[in-house]
């Protein structure tokens, strides 16, 4: 898989994170659902690992384009919420890329139980070093995911090197105001796992640098600040679940880091951002 020195930490942070297959199934058993009969509508309320839930994937799919005849790549597809989704709601075929085994493994079977997996597969891999060749993708898309991806230009420049020319990239993430401290940035990077935060600026101007025209920019800072306050009462809902299953310690963490990344957010040091460009063909 290539080199993933100093990737250990996300990896950690993902196989003990409060939202994963064995919790999901949960929910849906305690819906009343047989799990060996479940169809992708019974999962999808479920495995959705970003802001805003379906509704942001509908906005990133209409402002992308994406249609049924494009091959995507999700970039940091988690356990494949968004990539199911894609091929379900659109009728393209989807590629997740995921660093961490347990996600990976956790995606292949639930995208298995829902019978999806004739069109969204899974690899196992470093976004910094996509295991894949030069022009193979129409459109890539990231949500909530590339905060954690230390070399934010190689990432952007790793998916234009994927993508065919006047293919389109379309992402949300995580972005970091002039008002976040060092210290603010550090306690980031050591408890969420954000090495190294993107800006508003810093995205477009990565974008441009790897050949890409901005089509759109949204900023997504207020919307989400309503969601992380209710993401935080779900947390603290699943809190007896999470001990249970990583322990207390993990539990109590777990708020303690939340209700500081949410505070950020709420003092507009942390804001989030919806960026589209297309591939210049002439890059
Ligand atoms: C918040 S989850 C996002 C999942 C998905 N986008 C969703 O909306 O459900 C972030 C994912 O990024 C993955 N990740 C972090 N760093 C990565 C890297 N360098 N390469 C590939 N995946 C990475 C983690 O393993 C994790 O599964």
Redesign the pocket.
């Known amino acids: 898989m290539g080199t993933?020195a100093g990737?250990d930490g996300?990896?950690g942070y993902?196989d003990a994170h409060p939202i994963n297959e064995d919790q999901i199934l949960r929910a849906l058993e305690g819906r009343g659902l047989d799990l060996d009969r479940l169809t992708p509508d019974d999962l999808l309320q479920h495995?959705?690992?970003?802001y805003g839930g379906l509704a942001a994937n509908d906005a990133l799919i209409a402002r992308a384009g994406l249609r049924a005849e494009h091959r995507v790549l999700?970039?940091?597809?988690?356990?494949?919420?968004?990539a199911r989704y894609l091929a379900h709601r659109v009728g393209c075929r989807v590629v997740g890329?995921?660093?961490?085994l347990s996600?990976f493994e956790s995606a292949q079977r639930l995208t298995r139980r829902v019978g999806l997996d004739g069109l969204v597969t899974f690899v196992h891999?470093?976004?910094?070093e996509m295991p894949f060749s030069a022009g193979e993708f129409d459109a890539v898309i990231?949500?909530?995911?590339w905060c954690?991806?230390?070399d934010k230009p190689r990432?952007i420049a790793e998916c234009a090197r994927v993508l065919k020319p006047g293919g389109v990239i379309a992402f949300t993430d995580i972005l970091a105001s002039e008002a976040l401290s060092a210290a603010d940035a550090a306690r980031l990077a050591a408890e969420m796992?954000f090495p190294v935060l993107g800006t508003m600026r810093g995205y477009q101007d990565q974008m441009q640098a790897s050949g890409f025209e901005i089509v759109s920019v949204d900023d997504l800072g207020g919307e989400w600040t309503t969601i992380l306050e209710e993401r935080l009462a779900m947390y603290r809902s699943l809190g007896t679940e999470t001990a249970r299953k990583f322990g207390e310690g993990r539990s109590k963490d777990w708020d303690d880091y939340y209700s500081f990344f949410v505070g950020l957010f709420r003092e507009g040091r942390l804001s989030g951002g919806r960026f589209v460009g297309r591939l210049r063909h002439d890059r």
């Open positions: 993933t990737l996300v990896v993902y495995d959705q690992d970003h999700d970039v940091c597809s988690g356990m494949g919420g968004p890329l995921d660093l961490t996600r891999g470093n976004a910094l990231g949500q909530e995911a954690h991806v230390p990432l796992q």
